[in-house]
């Protein structure tokens, strides 16, 4: 039996894990014997509890800056004081390994102390950890993922410290330098510290870290820094010893939670009232059952009685909540340059004067949601930093000149203020808010953000995209994504991909919010919360009717731009018309063949249009009506409050507002869910339904279908138009022809002539002659004039083209939207309802995966009960059927996913107990005589299955593939059942249109009888299923 010692770093009293092997250390025990008097209760709980680390050879007192290290050095020089263990830990006093297997990096777990801690949810035992230690040489955290590591430690840290300490490295332990240099460039960060090492293995990472530590003290200014690189010196030894060829066993880590309270600052006027609830409402909705909040509402003038005892309700629905109204008197004055923004955003820069007690606090603009605990945010490393905040990446293009401009070197380091965590304590030692105060009369563009970028441009740590994800970088589609130079160099891959998985904060930061334009990305979320608020009733009469119809005006919009079009038109009519007279010259030829080109690419571009006009106007008027009515209905006819009585035939509909997992609300918070009525008939409505039938319904059916058929007829008008012309250009052609032979006969005529006929005839026929290249000259010249006008005529026919396809697209993406709203209404109205749907990240906006794309699924799951789910692309249908899965103990659930970087940051966030995940590798193969990618041994992954429901993501790589995860007609016939459905999204791209086609074709040959359906939101979900399960389709 070997012996092991885990050593737990503390620095303060808390839950004791202590036994032969758990081992206590007070780590700067030299330090707080200084600063805590000697009866102090504190002092007196770690003296008796945990062996110090300031005896003998020690660094306690340098504890500040070594942080936990100097319980590590501790440790090298007094190894025998721990027993000589085979194998020595370390491990934090809330940080601690999750000895067994877990999907993800990090857990966050609340119930540190209670009795099953360690055994049940650590899975600790003496006997787990001489297995583990049986299978690897050593132990250490699972990584996470960054843009790199240096890039991670360059945005949060001092760069020249790191940069100091890899030279050191490469002085002192040269066989390390090439580990150095690919842990910095690559993106697994492992952090904390921790570790489990054999004695040998301990000793040279000691001897590494402390040497390196010990002469960047010397080398480099750490006056009141920390030596947080000693995080990145572990990282560069453990990747060394993987280069050696040692075995490696890499453990998700915890952060546990004791009952704690966070400061939350916020500033609205009475305007904005209503969203600050809604906020409110989203924060406490998503608060862990130890988490509290005292929430700091800065108002430059008291709220009305009613206002405040709305929201003073919250301390009563949540208990343990604190809500505090503080009356701002500065910055009356103030200038404000951006049109959305009250002079309350400058509040915040008085918030380290007037939380003179506070050290540190969280402050949230009013127009955001939160969707997680925000504990995590509050624990962030601030070290020597005055704030955090997330990248603002539309800054990250603005040039040097400009940065200068505001007194900035560059913008490489600006963070949006919506979301940020303040160091009030640092802030007020260092006197900023004088200087916050002197340049807020500047005059900045940006009013108080830029303020707060330029007076702590040397102090702001960078955080995660997903704590502060600003709809305004929300692209149109994935791809299009980084192929924006902001974006690209503010956020990492892995960072985009985590935070649309799981935000904790989604933050409408534009001028369009959420309840003034209901298309707005993740609007849905915000009217999730604003229908549990306590001002729900007041925002259903303040905004629902104007947000909800505001996606429908877009349409009556371009309306204008079809008058403008058809002005066009007429001019180019006009033009056309001029030259057709004229233009009866051979040149002009060749710009009626490329005019009739052009014809034709025009005439399939409004087939093509025809097509899809067709599909989309039968439905654009029920889906714009339900659009506006199913949330108005929902907030009215919704959910109660925790307290309110329902009707006994409403007691059925109970529901978990928080979708269970670990943010669900505590005992004796229940929401109850109202049956949803029939589709309301406007006469059966107050005014207020009546009025948006009205706005809603002319806008989408009668307006849109207008919009079409006037477009058609102006395109087919200028058809007839250029037809005429290309006739008149050919009556022009044979006429200069004629006039040709003409001149071509009197000169060969000439040549027959004897010579005394030529001296009689000369002078006739050379008057001829020159009368007829006067002439030709003359029509060369009224030509070269009339091509010009040609030229122009068929570049306005070709700009007219081009304006017809930009109002056909704007019409059809306008549909698309009031398409995509009526889906998100329907999506939360029953879908997120499900007993065994628990996740809360499911609401897609503009995710990969679409409104309808999930409530297929969902129906798929809720009906056809599949046992065998084949996914081919891990994203959100794998949240939706994970949780399936988990809940259905017989259903096999197996994805097939290429990019490992993806499986891991994606197994973050999402529990997958009863979900195989299979990482393949891609290859380039042929396909019909076409080049496709394709997954590598894919049949053998998948050879001993049979599917019962296939679900098919959008393209693997290139948008230019012909096909597309063609891999899924390896599963027909053999491998599907004779029961089946087979789901496809991103049906709209050419490549997966093609794949359905050939799945349709794979079917019929294999002599399976299948019917396929589509429906369409901002995309359009495609479905092959058995005739049995016809139904399915009909969504």
């Known amino acids: 039996m070997s012996s092991i010692k885990l050593l737990l770093a503390y620095h303060k009293p808390d839950v004791l894990l202590k036994d032969d092997i758990l081992t206590p250390i007070h780590a700067g025990r030299a330090l707080a014997r200084q600063r805590l008097p000697e009866d102090s209760e504190d002092l007196k709980w770690l003296l008796e509890n945990s062996t110090g680390d300031d005896t003998g050879d020690n660094i306690s007192e340098k504890n500040a800056s070594y942080n936990e290290m100097s319980a590590l050095y501790w440790a090298w020089r007094h190894y025998e004081e721990l027993g000589d263990p085979e194998y020595v830990g370390f491990m934090h006093y809330r940080r601690h390994f999750m000895f067994k297997d877990g999907d993800r990096t990090e857990y966050e777990l609340t119930n540190l102390g209670a009795p099953e801690y360690l055994g049940e949810t650590l899975g600790y035992s003496r006997e787990v950890l001489e297995e583990i230690l049986a299978d690897c040489d050593f132990v250490y955290p699972r990584p996470h993922f960054r843009k790199t590591v240096r890039d991670h430690f360059e945005r949060n840290h001092h760069i020249e410290d790191l940069d100091t300490a890899v030279a050191i490295i490469g002085e ?77 066993r890499a453990l998700p880590r915890t952060t546990a939670e004791g009952p704690h309270t966070i400061p939350v600052v916020m500033a609205a006027d009475l305007n904005y009232s209503k969203p600050l609830a ?377 529901v978990n507002p928080t979708a269970g997992g670990p943010g669900a609300r505590p005992a004796g918070k229940d929401l109850e869910l109202r049956p949803m009525p029939a589709a309301p008939e406007p006469a059966d409505q107050s005014g207020g339904i009546k009025r948006l039938y009205a706005r809603a319904m002319p806008a989408s059916k009668h307006q849109a279908a207008s919009t079409a058929d006037e477009q058609r007829r102006l395109i087919r008008r200028g058809y007839r138009d250029v037809e005429a012309k290309q006739v008149e250009l050919g009556r022009s052609m044979a006429h200069l022809e004629n006039m040709l032979e003409e001149v071509v006969g009197l000169v060969r005529a000439s040549e027959r002539m004897t010579v005394g006929t030529i001296e009689d005839a000369s002078m006739r026929t050379l008057d001829a002659i020159v009368q007829s290249s006067e002439s030709l000259a003359k029509m060369v010249g009224e030509a070269s004039d009339e091509m010009e006008k040609l030229a122009l005529v068929s570049k306005q026919v070709e700009e007219l083209a081009e304006r017809t396809e930009d109002v056909y697209g704007k019409a059809l993406g306008a549909a698309r ?17 499900s007993p065994w749907l628990e996740g809360t990240a499911l609401a897609p906006g503009r995710r990969p995966a679409g409104y309808p794309f999930l409530i297929a699924l969902h129906r798929i799951l809720e009906e056809m009960r599949p046992s065998a789910v084949m996914e081919l692309g891990l994203g959100q249908a794998t949240t939706m059927t994970a949780q399936y899965a988990a809940s259905h103990p017989d259903v096999r659930h197996q994805v097939i996913e290429h990019d490992q970087g993806w499986i891991e940051a994606f197994g973050e966030g999402t529990e997958l107990t009863s979900t195989t995940i299979t990482a393949l590798g891609l290859e380039s193969a042929s ?42 007609l390896d599963l027909i016939p053999q491998r599907l059942s004779d029961r089946f459905v087979i789901v496809l999204d991103d049906y709209d791209r050419p490549a997966v249109t093609r794949t359905a086609d050939a799945i349709l074709t794979a079917l019929r040959d294999a002599g399976i009888d299948a019917v396929a359906e589509t429906c369409s939101g901002t995309k359009t979900v495609w479905l092959a299923m058995s005739p049995d399960l016809r139904e399915l389709g009909l969504i």
């Open 927 to 968: 396909f019909r005589g076409d080049s496709v990618v394709r997954y590598r041994d894919f049949d053998q992954a998948t050879e001993e299955t049979t599917s019962d429901l296939v679900i098919v993501a959008g393209p693997v790589e290139d948008e230019d593939n012909v096909y597309t995860r063609i891999d899924v």
């Open 278 to 654: 809604v906020t409110i409402t989203s924060l406490l909705e998503n608060a862990q059952p130890n988490t509290s909040y005292e929430v700091n509402v800065l108002v430059a003038e008291e709220y009305p009685e009613d206002v405040r005892d709305k929201l003073l309700s919250f301390e009563t629905t949540y208990p343990g909540t604190k809500i505090n109204f503080v009356v701002v008197d500065s910055f009356k004055d103030i200038t404000i340059t951006t049109s959305h923004v009250t002079v309350e955003t400058y509040f915040r820069l008085m918030i380290p004067t007037l939380f003179p007690e506070l050290k540190r606090c969280i402050y949230l603009d009013v127009d955001l949601v939160v969707e997680r605990d925000l504990t995590p945010l509050f624990r962030q490393v601030l070290d020597d930093k005055y704030l955090a905040g997330v990248y603002a990446a539309s800054y990250r293009v603005e040039t040097d000149e400009k940065a200068a401009q505001i007194g900035l070197p560059s913008y490489d380091r600006y963070v949006n203020a919506g979301v940020l965590l303040m160091n009030l304590e640092k802030i007020r030692h260092d006197g900023l808010v004088e200087r916050f105060i002197e340049l807020s009369t500047k005059g900045f563009e940006s009013d108080d953000q830029d303020v707060l970028n330029v007076a702590c441009y040397d102090g702001i740590l960078s955080l995660p995209f997903r704590f502060n994800v600003m709809t305004k970088y929300l692209p149109q589609n994935f791809n299009e994504f980084w192929g924006w130079t902001g974006v690209k160099e503010s956020y990492s891959k892995d960072e985009w991909e985590q935070a649309m998985s799981s935000p904790v904060i989604i933050h409408y930061a534009d001028k369009r919010k959420p309840w003034k334009d209901a298309s707005t990305d993740f609007a849905d979320r915000w009217w999730h919360y604003a229908a549990l608020s306590p001002v729900r009733d007041e925002i259903s009469a303040a905004y629902l009717a104007d947000a909800m119809s505001t996606s429908t005006e877009r349409i009556v919009r371009y309306r204008g731009d079809l008058v403008e079009a058809r002005r066009a038109r007429r001019r180019a009519e006009d033009q056309s018309r001029k030259a057709g007279e004229t233009a009866e010259y051979q040149d002009a030829v060749l710009a009626s063949v490329r005019l009739e080109r052009e014809v034709r690419q025009l005439k399939r571009a409004v087939r093509d249009r025809d097509r899809e006009l067709a599909d989309t106007r039968g439905s654009v008027s029920f889906k714009v009506g339900r659009a506006a009515t199913m949330p108005l209905r929902k907030v009215r006819d919704g959910k109660r409050r925790a307290g309110e009585e329902a009707p006994a035939a409403e007691q059925s509909a109970r």
């Open 172 to 248: 002192r332990f040269p066989d390390f330098a090439a580990s150095a240099e690919a842990y910095l460039a690559g993106n697994k960060a492992i952090f904390c510290n921790m570790f489990i090492m054999p004695k040998a293995m301990y000793f040279e990472y000691a001897d590494f870290m402390f040497t390196t530590l010990e002469e960047l003290e010397v080398r480099a200014d750490m006056e009141g820094k920390r030596m947080f690189v000693s995080e990145w010196l572990t990282g560069i030894f453990i990747t060394e010893m993987l280069a050696r060829g040692l075995r490696g």
């Open 817 to 833: 939207s009031s398409s995509e709203a009526a889906w998100a209404a329907r999506f939360h109205d029953g879908v997120s309802a």
